[in-house]
């Protein structure tokens, strides 16, 4: 077990693990390794030489590819920032053309951000890219095992969505 680990589920005497169900031993991994892995992707990403956004900036473009057309304040709630901090990155995303800022409709003191299609292609490519070179890491993997990987990802999916 590793020192993080120990930080949210701190070591318990053998007799005492009983306790534990299937479902907190899988709780548990999945907090020890999806930031491993978001770090492993995060690595990915700003090795790119093709991407000159930054890691939120994409979090951004994501947010609004999957929530179309959103305020600014859903967009700032999702990156966990301030609205002045989202407004800055904004500024800067509607700069370089990936996303358009418009004013709602009806209220005025709400603005709309939508993702161009140069930001979605941008976004795409930044994403198979980083998905060839996860591809690789992954490639010694026996074909059943990668299946099982699959098949809990999926899981996890349904889930989390």
Do not use: W
Not at 36 to 47: F, K, L, P
């Amino acid at each position: 077990m590793n020192a993080s680990h120990n930080l949210i589920s701190p070591q318990l005497p053998t007799s005492q693990l009983s306790t534990f169900s299937p479902s907190s031993d899988c709780a548990a991994k999945v907090v020890d390794i999806v930031p491993a892995v978001m770090q492993h992707i995060y690595t990915e990403v700003r090795q790119q030489k093709s991407s000159f956004l930054t890691i939120p900036q994409l979090r951004a473009l994501a947010f609004l590819q999957t929530n179309s057309c959103s305020s600014l304040t859903s967009l700032a709630e999702n990156l966990g920032v301030t609205s002045a901090s989202a407004s800055t990155m904004v500024d800067r995303l509607v700069q370089k053309e990936f996303i358009t800022r418009t004013e709602h409709p009806t209220l005025r003191r709400q603005v709309v951000l939508c993702l161009t299609i140069a930001g979605e292609e941008h976004l795409q490519q930044v994403r198979q890219v980083t998905s060839d070179r996860l591809a690789e890491k992954l490639g010694d993997l026996p074909p059943e095992q990668l299946a099982d990987l699959i098949a809990g990802l999926e899981e996890l999916s349904q889930i989390f969505r």
